[in-house]
């Protein structure tokens, strides 16, 4: 198994206050990305990083921002909690195979259930 | 657009039998990856198999396969001799560029 942590695993939180999840990973991927999911829409992409201080906008990346100051560690913040960023949110990451990117895949960590009340 | 779709919101399959979720996807990315993941109910993600648009062949990972319809722009999945284990949600993905984009899933039952 790829060596991919998140913390916290669950936390619950209230509307308006600040919010950082946090993945670690072992195996020294250049990628590492950001997921949310929810009902009906499978996963949608948050933020994702191409390296140290690398960081690009997903298709759902209103409220969010990242940041990753060391190759082991991408942390997701929500500056300003609401209620329709309850979700589960997973991290992911993959080597990337530089000349062929298209064949490189993507490992998750084990996710983080945040409830925004 | 880069698009995925899965049409199937729920699929029942009996124990033993071979079942077929399907996947279609659309890009103009001429280079692309098409993955298959399963999520049991437990919540990880579990990688499964993988398909490059360049490979001729379809791609096989014991009793995974992906049926690659490059034309008709469609990746199912293909479980042989399903098993109760196999009851989870699957989704498909696609790869262009830096970028992953997910289905909305399947749900599959496994009945004995």
């Known amino acids: 198994d790829a060596g991919i942590t998140q913390s916290p695993r669950h936390k619950v939180t209230e509307t308006g206050t600040p919010v950082t999840l946090r993945c670690h990973q072992t195996?020294?991927?250049?990628?590492m990305y950001w997921y949310r999911q929810d009902p009906g829409h499978g996963l949608r992409l948050i933020h994702y990083s191409y390296g140290v201080k690398d960081t690009d906008k997903g298709e759902v990346s209103d409220g969010y921002s990242v940041s990753r100051s060391k190759t082991e560690d991408f942390l997701l913040t929500l500056e300003s909690a609401t209620s329709s960023q309850t979700s589960v949110y997973f991290c992911?990451?993959?080597?990337?195979?530089?000349?062929?990117?298209?064949?490189?895949?993507?490992?998750f960590g084990p996710g983080t259930r945040l409830t925004v009340l | 657009a880069q698009k995925i779709t899965q049409t199937q919101p729920g699929m029942f399959v009996q124990e033993k039998e071979a079942v077929t979720l399907d996947c279609t996807y659309d890009?103009?990315?001429?280079?692309?990856?098409l993955f298959w993941y399963k999520q049991p109910s437990s919540g990880e993600m579990i990688f499964l198999i993988y398909?490059?648009?360049?490979?001729?062949q379809n791609a096989t990972e014991g009793r995974y396969s992906l049926n690659f319809q490059k034309a008709r722009k469609s990746a199912n999945l293909v479980i042989s001799a399903s098993q109760l284990g196999d009851s989870a949600m699957y989704f498909c993905a696609m790869r262009t560029g830096n970028q992953f984009y997910f289905g909305t899933g399947t749900s599959l039952t496994v009945i004995p």
């Open positions: 195996e020294n991927h250049r990628y």
């Open positions: 890009t103009s990315d001429p280079s692309y990856g």
């Open positions: 992911a990451i993959s080597a990337g195979s530089g000349s062929i990117p298209a064949t490189d895949t993507q490992y």
């Open positions: 398909q490059g648009s360049y490979d001729q």
